[in-house]
């Protein structure tokens, strides 16, 4: 059941953004809509934020913790240096910058907070299935 | 289990038998054991840096955990630390029915030792042993040692 709730979310996710890039992009050549530009900038946040978050498997030495903290700081730079390339094009408030850090920041501490909640839940679980274990080990 | 011994002076070949409803890991033991194939450890104690000592045989019962540092592999049991002859990726193989699971790249732990897991602050999880030492449970082999405790559980 976890895993078919898991490939609907994964299609629901794909069709949605595959939706709303095409329009955006649509909308974007024919001038239809001002937003438009906004929609693909979020894509571009989604993508640098998948991408930097995808690498969590690497360094295994460093604690979780730290490497939550390094891949928010990773990718608030990479965000940062796009924001900075299309600031070039159209100049970009001290208030968007700051628009942008918050939306950012607060998924993402949320995220981790559920995160961290879940590791606790694992490990008794764990610890759980271990006295199981254990128990019939010694029957 | 239950355990029925019989003694027949007329039986010409002594055996075994032996009444299973799931080949678990504790069967596979006894069959081991049947076939003199019982895995056992040979080591020498780690103290100092002498390695002239006497060799000993080790139960694997008996191991928290496998460690291996500096090209070395050590046994750690109640009743010292021991030097083994082999390497971490034979002793994951041959340990596998006993327990045994890696949980880093150099540490293999014996799961029916662990006292408990215990998460840190730092989102590290350790493996907790009666002996007061801990095991760190390396995130990359989370989803391995996850699988290993399923597994054992269904043959248990």
């Given amino acids: 059941m976890k895993a078919y709730f898991t490939k609907l979310l994964i299609y629901l996710c794909i069709s949605y953004t595959s939706i709303s890039l095409t329009a955006a992009v649509y909308n974007l050549v024919n001038g239809n809509e001002p937003g438009s530009a906004n929609t693909l900038v979020m894509f571009a946040f989604c993508l640098i934020s998948s991408i930097v978050l995808s690498f969590y498997e690497l360094l295994p030495d460093v604690s979780p913790l730290a490497m939550i903290i390094i891949q928010y700081l990773v990718a608030c730079a990479l965000c940062a240096v796009l924001l900075l390339i299309l600031s070039l094009i159209e100049p970009i408030s001290p208030k968007g910058w700051f628009e942008y850090y918050r939306s950012f920041t607060i998924p993402y501490i949320i995220w981790a907070g559920i995160y961290y909640f879940s590791v606790y839940l694992d490990t008794r679980k764990k610890n759980d299935l271990l006295k199981e274990i254990q128990k019939k080990e010694k029957e | 289990m239950k355990l029925n011994l019989y003694e027949d002076k007329k039986t010409k070949e ?85 327990g045994f699971v890696r949980v880093s790249k150099s540490d293999l732990v014996n799961v029916f030792k662990i006292r408990t897991l215990k998460p840190a602050f730092n989102m590290k999880v350790y493996a907790c042993f009666d002996n007061g030492e801990k095991i760190c449970v390396n995130r990359s082999y989370k989803k391995k040692f996850d699988e290993y405790l399923q597994e054992m559980r269904r043959m248990a």
């Fill in chain 2, 14 to 98: 002594e055996h075994v038998d032996v009444y299973f409803t799931n080949m678990r890991p504790m069967i596979r033991q006894l069959i081991d054991t049947v076939n003199s194939e019982r895995p056992m450890l040979s080591g020498r104690p780690a103290d100092e840096d002498l390695d002239d000592g006497d060799e000993i045989m080790i139960d694997p019962k008996e191991v928290y955990y496998l460690d291996f540092v500096d090209r070395k592999l050590f046994a750690y049991t109640g009743d010292g630390v021991f030097r083994v002859m082999k390497t971490l990726a034979e002793c994951e193989e041959l340990l596998w029915n006993y």
